[in-house]
């Protein structure tokens, strides 16, 4: 696949001072970053913290999502590093609790490093943020809780994904403005993120057409059976739902029970909902009009396909057998870019000092990643637009064209 209006070389970088980097561009990784201020004359690497769990029970599951950094690493590593020094990672486990935070952060801090990627989970970036803000850490968390993106109380946090605030946001509009649905049910988990994603999907309902959900499920993570929700949304006459779940397992209930009452609604939710081990949870009827929020540079139309740089990618994910059905969370992930993005604004800067690169990254506008274009300033670090994120099929994970992490971009949006 291939897009000739695509960047013919990746992300470009502007700011309020000159516009810059409009060439290369590629992917980051995981590496650890060196040094409070410029590096000693004597090195000839950077080092970049790499918070995540190597041991505990999310171990397994989170070290796929880390792959996007490693092949961004590589990347940068093979065209020279930056300003000629080679990236190279100090990886801290945190074992996925925010607990073991203040540890791990103190564990870096001690090091010299002022750039960091992760930790993964909104708890465990909040936690590590105590200590991480009051040492001018350059930091890029892998959560969507969308207080991360609040610059005035995370001054040195950057967001490379889109808030859950604007994911709610964006299914209540399609369903509205595209689908043309009136009757629409909630149904989501009882947690941090399905409170502020379904609360979002309530007012943006309200704003766009007057409407407020005819159902509202909420379920606490650890119900053994959804049957009794999905029966409530059937019986409050939903012609559609919107989902705000994390959990697969809780993600096949659903559907089950939506298969068993013969009941189909157009249903949009959480990227979640692509994982590809869903295809062999539930019958295929039940996916048919089944939509995921998505990056729009990740789908395609029978038009527009996807960039040069998206398939190549997409293309690498197939190599990573730990990736093998959950590539389009992994896409997702913020690794790739916010390591392109410190590339150049490092390279900009020449400088690895934490309030340089700060200002610079505050007049970040217009950078072009995969998943979307990035704008900063000293009041928002949550640098995704509403334009950068679209609704993408979930029965089309198995189409021929759905190479790894790439979706067919749902009708109209």
Not at 50 to 67: H, N, Q
Not at 228 to 245: H, R, S
């Amino acid at each position: 696949m291939s897009d000739r209006t695509a960047p013919a070389a990746g992300p470009a970088l502007s700011t309020s001072r000159r516009r810059l980097l409009q060439g290369a561009t590629g992917g980051l990784a995981s590496a650890t970053f060196g040094w409070r201020g410029i590096a000693r004359a004597d090195e000839d690497v950077i080092r970049i913290g790499w918070v995540r769990p190597t041991t505990g029970k999310l171990a397994s599951s989170f070290a796929p999502l880390y792959a996007g950094g490693d092949i961004a690493l590589a990347e940068i590593n093979a065209a020279g590093g930056i300003l000629g020094r080679k990236l190279v990672i100090q990886e801290e486990d945190d074992e996925a609790s925010p607990a073991k935070e203040p540890g791990v952060i103190k564990k870096l801090k001690d090091a010299g490093i002022n750039l960091l990627v992760g930790p993964t989970g909104s708890p465990q970036v909040l936690s590590s943020l105590a200590f991480t803000t009051p040492e001018k850490i350059i930091q890029c968390g892998v959560a969507n809780g969308s207080e991360l993106g609040n610059a005035e109380k995370n001054p040195y946090h950057y967001m490379c994904v889109y808030t859950t605030r604007q994911e709610g946001m964006v299914a209540a509009k399609y369903m509205i403005e595209q689908l043309k649905l009136k009757k629409i049910g909630l149904l989501h988990e009882s947690t941090a993120f399905g409170e502020e994603a379904a609360d979002a999907s309530r007012q943006t309902m309200k704003e766009l057409a007057g409407i407020e959900p005819v159902s509202v499920q909420s379920y606490a993570m650890n119900t053994p059976d959804l049957s009794a929700y999905v029966k409530n949304l059937q019986t409050a006459g939903c012609d559609g739902v919107i989902a705000w779940m994390a959990s697969n397992v809780h993600i096949a209930m659903a559907f089950n029970a939506m298969a068993r009452l013969k009941w189909f609604p157009h249903i949009v939710g959480h990227v979640n909902l692509f994982n590809d081990a869903l295809f062999d949870l539930v019958p295929p009827e039940t996916l048919k009009n089944v939509y995921g929020v998505y990056y729009r540079g990740w789908t395609y139309t029978a038009d527009q396909p996807v960039s040069d740089r998206h398939f190549a990618l997409a293309r690498k994910f197939l190599e990573i057998p730990t990736a093998k059905g959950i590539e389009a969370y992994i896409a997702g992930c913020p690794h790739y870019d916010f390591l392109y993005l410190m590339k150049a604004v490092i390279e900009q800067e020449k400088s690895l000092d934490s309030d340089k690169l700060k200002r610079a990254l505050d007049n970040v506008s217009g950078f072009k990643g995969l998943l979307g274009t990035f704008s900063f300033s000293s009041t928002r670090h949550a640098g995704v637009s509403l334009e950068d994120i679209t609704l993408a099929s979930v029965a089309s994970g198995r189409d021929p064209r759905s190479v790894s992490a790439l979706r067919e971009r749902a009708p109209g949006a």
